[in-house]
């Protein structure tokens, strides 16, 4: 990913790096703001955990909100079964939304 190249990314950096140590399993859509989607099973406390994390690296998380997806959505954009944080864009988000949009809505805020 292009964002996250060059010495001027290295929060970014940190922050996958963060993830992969706490092997957390999802995807993150980068932007202002970005999104981190944590999947089972990955837990609602590890997100937590992540986003204290995060704040430690100097990215303010807006807190931590719990939202289901469809078990489908997930495995079919591929957030599921990997053991890692992905990429995301806003195609796989709609897809790991089942193509819903008016949770792809509430995803993105």
Do not use: F
């Not at 303010?60 to 992905?86: D, T, Y």
């Amino acid at each position: 990913n292009h964002l996250l190249s060059g010495p001027e990314h290295k929060k970014e950096k940190s922050m996958v790096d963060a993830a992969k140590k706490s092997k957390l399993q999802g995807g993150i859509l980068w932007g202002t703001p970005g999104i981190v989607l944590i999947v089972p099973p990955s837990t609602e406390e590890d997100a937590k955990e992540y986003g204290l994390d995060s704040r430690t690296i100097g990215k303010r998380p807006n807190g931590v909100e719990e939202m289901w997806l469809p078990q489908a959505g997930i495995l079919e954009s591929g957030l599921g079964g990997g053991g890692k944080m992905q990429d995301l864009d806003t195609a796989g988000l709609r897809i790991a939304c089942g193509g819903n949009e008016d949770l792809l809505r509430s995803v993105l805020g």
